[in-house]
């Protein structure tokens, strides 16, 4: 025992099981592919803000201050197909997620390493078409697609940015075959579901939105080819098409597809919660099922986005009243986090930052999605900036709060070192005041009537136009900062031990970076998820 | 035992956790696919109810008896599926690779009459963008026939891809490459791919070829 | 070759076939009327599911597997019934 231990203990961490770069490349190492999709997905997150920033530069002035109404059209478009398909779907499940998983279940790798590695190949050869279609000319479509623009009269590259997505789409479903069958086939003897953290049960439920979801969207990007190339005609009023069946296929995709995008971030802010206020989580099963609930219900409202678009008023009836529905399973995790906060030893830490700052804005984009979910209050509102404002709230709010608070939180383990301390607090709270000063005065515009997706305005919302753009470069300067100093403390930051937070969960019980193989031997658990207290040094379940 | 033949991948601690996570991926796989062509089936449901007449007058365009013809193809390629995995199981080689080559024939005989049912078609005026111009002015008609082209299309490059595997597998049976019984979840793998996509054409032959056929 | 040709597998062949012909049939000679479409698309059904059942081996298949099966259907459903429900109500 002690000698197999002591031979497994002598294997390298996988960030020095080969410097090569073909050892990162052709790797299938699900460690080594979470650090190829992070620094692509960084990649994309900046070339998304830039657009943004174009496109909130523009704004400061009435009549458009950079660009021309098709430029202003191009940079949205870009901003959304990149942010949208290239990095908040992979951002947290196809990093933290394929780093995680693994470990925290205690498993040696994914089910199938090698497909974990093609789907990060696929997303990048996806994202080359999408590229082309941005260097060759841009889209302006919008992030949506919406027909029979795209499909008929777009005389921008709609079919190269729409291979790229259709091409990205096989990444996502790879990824999520792989989390499903790995949750299912590859927990260490002893996990049983309910000792499963949440992080797990979200991306359970993330992974099912992603393989049945994502094959709705593959059809429908196709139909739209097929209809640009050969007239098919099924978007086209002409021939008897409908084009809101678009919508209808495209938003059975994108609805859950926001929850692809938010219950990742729930399962982080759920660890984060739990270890920074050193107690189990406030009813476990609820915040497990409600994931679940979460994941099913989401693919039955997806006829909100189209309140006006002509679809019949029964059923934009149904479509609201299941929306209101939805509403409770997500409450149900923001009471149990704060409940679970109740009487808990809070450490605000950087990460816990982050994810006080998710359950604050997530409350927001929550609370106002009821307001668009109520059909009297859509019509009002319907392709403003309230919507604008609501879905950034949700989209960048708090699934950008959790994937910085987990990159803090999991830094030490995923790299080895510390980050520096000060710095991540200082950037987190401009962060949280950068994002509220560029997406709050949206909700008053909206309100007030500004229409979303328009390259000018009256004059009399510049004011809150101004406050927007300038909070939208505190933002852009907020997420600057992590990138430096995070790059600093690789080579400068604090070494760290195998749990520098006293945190529950396997993760923790192996050695920081993880070895090659994750653990010197498959752990046996005994203990319950949330095991709190536990010893800085040591780890919630012992075992060997 | 030929159990032992079975090669154990990495993260799999033994071998009835490797078959039973192929397994479930599989079917996982299957799912996914079967989400895709249900958006397709959406759309030519949509168009039948908003354009009942129409498509009536396309459906009687098609011919019922190619279609059923290359149905009883496909059934009869499953039944030989079906017999190549107990081949497999039972170690049965040369059987496991003919049982193979004969569902691969039978694949290959569907495409052969849909390619000439196409011809057929063109013949007629109803493929999109070429030919005589489209023979049935009442709206959706056009359109239905388009679905049609579309669903049958996607169809056949799924069986096409099948066909490729198969033979590819029969050739590795053969050639001992994939041992039988050893890796027969090989053939059982591949055999699940292709009924399901035998199951496209049990739904897809109704609802192009049947519903709503006047006389 | 014998030993691989089990009488249960050529049944569910007969099935198959025959339920195809019995949809052939009333699709070129009946007049169902309005139940017509239900009648054929439950044939078809019929046939997946026998293929479903034996073929693809769901008759012998873990608990975990047929829920998979039956997810696909149920969110089929999902998108057929919320989506239908759009156009049978204009
Ligand atoms: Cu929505």
Redesign the pocket.
């Known amino acids: 025992m002690t000698s197999i231990a002591a031979e497994a203990a002598a294997e390298p961490s996988y960030l020095k099981a080969g410097y090569t770069l073909r050892s990162w490349l052709l790797t299938t190492d699900h460690k080594r592919i979470a650090v190829l999709y992070m620094i692509s997905v960084t990649a994309f997150f900046f070339l998304g803000g830039a657009a943004a920033a174009a496109v909130r530069i523009n704004l400061i002035t009435p009549e458009g201050a950079i660009l021309t109404a098709d430029g202003y059209n191009k940079a949205f478009t870009i901003h959304g197909v990149i942010m949208v398909w290239f990095f908040l779907i992979p951002s947290i499940p196809a990093t933290f997620g394929n780093f995680l998983i693994p470990l925290m279940i205690g498993a040696r790798d994914l089910a199938f390493p090698r497909l974990n590695l093609a789907s990060w190949y696929i997303l990048m050869f996806g994202a080359s078409f999408t590229m082309y279609a941005l260097v060759a000319g841009g889209v302006d479509t919008g992030w949506t697609f919406y027909t029979p623009y795209s499909s008929m009269f777009s005389n921008s590259h709609v079919i190269a940015a729409i291979i790229g997505v259709f091409i990205s789409g096989f990444s996502s479903i790879a990824t999520g075959l792989n989390f499903i069958v790995t949750i299912h086939k590859l927990r260490a003897p002893g996990m049983t579901w309910f000792r499963l953290p949440i992080f797990v049960w979200t991306h359970y439920a993330t992974s099912l939105i992603l393989v049945l979801a994502t094959p709705v969207l593959a059809i429908s990007l196709i139909l739209i080819a097929a209809e640009r190339l050969l007239g098919i005609g099924v978007f086209d009023p002409a021939l008897g098409g409908d084009p809101l069946l678009f919508q209808h296929l495209f938003?059975f995709y994108s609805?859950p597809a926001?929850y692809i995008m938010i219950l990742p971030a729930m399962g982080v802010v759920t660890e984060l919660v739990t270890a920074f206020s050193r107690r189990r989580i406030f009813g476990y099963s609820f915040v497990a099922f409600s994931s679940l609930a979460i994941a099913t219900l989401g693919f039955m409202?997806?006829g909100?986005?189209m309140f006006v678009s002509g679809q019949s008023m029964y059923a934009g009836m149904v479509f609201s009243i299941l929306s209101f529905l939805i509403a409770v399973p997500s409450a149900i995790k923001v009471y149990n986090w704060t409940a679970t906060l109740y009487k808990g030893q809070i450490a605000l830490d950087t990460p816990m930052l982050y994810a006080m700052g998710f359950i604050g804005l997530f409350v927001v984009g929550g609370i106002t999605g009821l307001f668009v979910a109520s059909l009297a209050v859509d019509v009002h509102v319907t392709d403003t900036y309230f919507v604008v404002a609501h879905f950034h709230y949700i989209m960048v709010g708090a699934t950008v709060m959790g994937y910085l608070g987990a990159l803090h939180y999991w830094w030490p383990k995923i790299t080895g070192r510390m980050y520096p301390e000060w710095w991540g607090r200082i950037s987190a709270a401009f962060v949280f005041f950068g994002f509220n000063l560029t997406f709050f005065p949206q909700f008053i515009l909206g309100y007030l009537g500004m229409p979303r997706r328009y390259f000018t305005y009256p004059p009399e919302f510049q004011v809150l136009n101004v406050m927007s753009s300038a909070g939208a470069s505190i933002l852009a300067v907020a997420y600057l900062f992590p990138f430096f100093y995070l790059l600093w403390s690789l080579r400068y930051g604090k070494i760290a031990g195998p749990n520098p937070w006293g945190a529950a969960g396997l993760e923790w019980t192996t050695s920081s970076p993880p070895p090659k193989h994750n653990f010197p031997e498959i752990p046996v658990v005994t203990a319950e998820a949330y095991a709190y207290p536990v010893a800085a040094d040591g780890g919630a379940t012992h075992h060997g | 035992m030929a159990e032992t033949q079975l090669v154990l991948h990495e993260p799999f601690r033994d071998r009835a956790q490797q078959r039973e996570a192929d397994a479930l991926g599989m079917w996982v796989f299957l799912g996914t696919e079967a989400m895709m062509f249900g958006g397709l089936f959406f759309a030519l449901i949509v168009i039948r109810v908003i354009h009942p007449q129409g498509a009536q007058e396309a459906t009687d365009k098609l011919d019922m008896w190619l279609g059923g013809l290359n149905s009883a193809l496909l059934l009869t390629s499953s039944l030989t599926t079906t017999l190549a995995v107990t081949a497999a199981r039972k170690g049965a080689r040369s059987i496991t690779t003919g049982c193979l080559l004969a569902s691969a024939a039978l694949g290959m005989a569907f495409l052969c009459v849909k390619g000439y049912e196409y011809y057929v078609d063109y013949g007629k005026g109803l493929m999109p963008g070429v030919g005589k111009p489209f023979p049935i002015e009442t709206t959706g008609a056009e359109l239905f026939i388009n679905g049609y082209f579309v669903s049958t299309g996607l169809h056949a490059i799924h069986l096409f891809i099948g066909v490729c595997l198969v033979v590819g597998l029969a050739g590795a049976v053969w050639l001992r490459r994939v041992p039988v019984p050893g890796r027969s979840i090989v053939v059982e793998m591949a055999g699940r791919y292709w009924h399901f996509v035998d199951m496209i054409w049990i739904f897809l032959y109704p609802v192009l070829y049947l519903m709503d056929r006047g006389g | 070759m014998a030993k691989v040709i089990r009488t249960g597998d050529l049944i569910v062949f007969a099935v198959l076939i025959g339920l195809l012909a019995l949809n052939m049939a009333q699709a070129r000679w009946l007049d169902l009327g309005v139940v017509s479409r239900v009648v054929t698309i439950a044939l078809a059904a019929g046939q997946a599911l026998v293929l479903l059942w034996y073929f693809l081996e769901l008759r012998s298949a873990t608990l975990l597997i047929r829920l998979v099966a039956a997810a696909g259907f149920f969110w089929l459903a999902v998108l057929f019934g919320l989506g239908l429900n759009d156009w049978l109500t204009r």
Do not use: G, S
């Open positions: 938003w609805h926001v409202v997806w909100h986005h």
